[in-house]
């Protein structure tokens, strides 16, 4: 079987290595590793993210958990009945997805949250598995524009021929679907560009959509 996650101590990229390494002298009791995948075992929908946030996924350990994408994509999916329980920021607090799974298409945290192209590139050969592995899946959501390239890029598609959009919904090859949103940011959100309206409205498509 393919590795879906990359191994605790990955150097395959010198300057995240580096960045991890740095962190862990800073941040002794954070995680600091790779960020593994997290969700439901047999999922419908995968779920598309940039990378671990600083002091969200890369403290935590878990995709999303830790700071404000992971309030408002944890309570939007809850609100659509793709998660159950109650979120609150640890990785142990017994929150769970049902049909959904999340994976970053890098897996490390970035130096000011921008991955360069060669690091998405390199780290595309887990989200890669992560398909391979998956096979139940019927839809992804890619949150933003680079995870929405890097997720065509893994599945062989030519990203022309599929530009990517706010609310956009595409068939791809083999009948997959892709659903586009805003990436969840507080940046996002502060500034207007996704409303948790617009947010809820490509979240409840895609759940309508596996259900």
């Keep these: 079987m393919p590795n879906t996650n990359p191994p605790p101590d990955c150097a395959l990229c010198p300057r995240l290595a580096a960045f991890r390494h740095d962190n862990r002298t800073q941040f002794p009791d954070w995680f600091n590793a790779p960020v593994p995948n997290w ?3 047999a999922p419908r929908l995968i ?3 940039l ?3 600083l002091r969200g996924a890369n403290r935590t350990g878990r995709p999303f958990t830790g700071d404000y994408a992971g309030d408002l994509l944890y309570a939007t999916l809850q609100k659509f ?3 159950v329980g109650n979120y609150d920021e640890r990785p142990d607090d017994g929150f769970e997805l049902r049909g959904v799974l999340i994976a970053n298409a890098v897996r490390c945290v970035p130096p000011q949250n921008k991955p360069t ?4 590139v390199t780290c595309r050969r887990f989200l890669k598995a992560t ?3 998956n096979t139940g899946a019927i839809a ?3 949150l933003g524009r680079i995870a929405h390239e890097s997720l065509l890029s893994t599945l062989g598609e030519r990203r022309a021929a599929f530009p990517f959009g706010h609310g956009a919904q595409h068939i791809l090859t083999g009948g997959l679907t892709l659903f586009d949103s805003y990436h969840c940011s507080r940046y996002n959100t502060n500034t207007g560009v996704l409303t948790e309206a617009m947010f809820e409205d490509v979240i409840g498509r ?3 959509f596996v259900a």
Excluded: H, K, T
């Design 39 to 41: 969700g439901d075992q």
């Design 47 to 49: 779920i598309v993210g």
């Design 51 to 53: 990378a671990p946030g």
């Design 81 to 83: 009945g793709l998660a």
């Design 117 to 120: 192209g060669p690091e998405i």
């Design 131 to 133: 398909f391979e592995v």
């Design 140 to 142: 992804y959501l890619a």
């Design 206 to 208: 895609a759940a309508r």
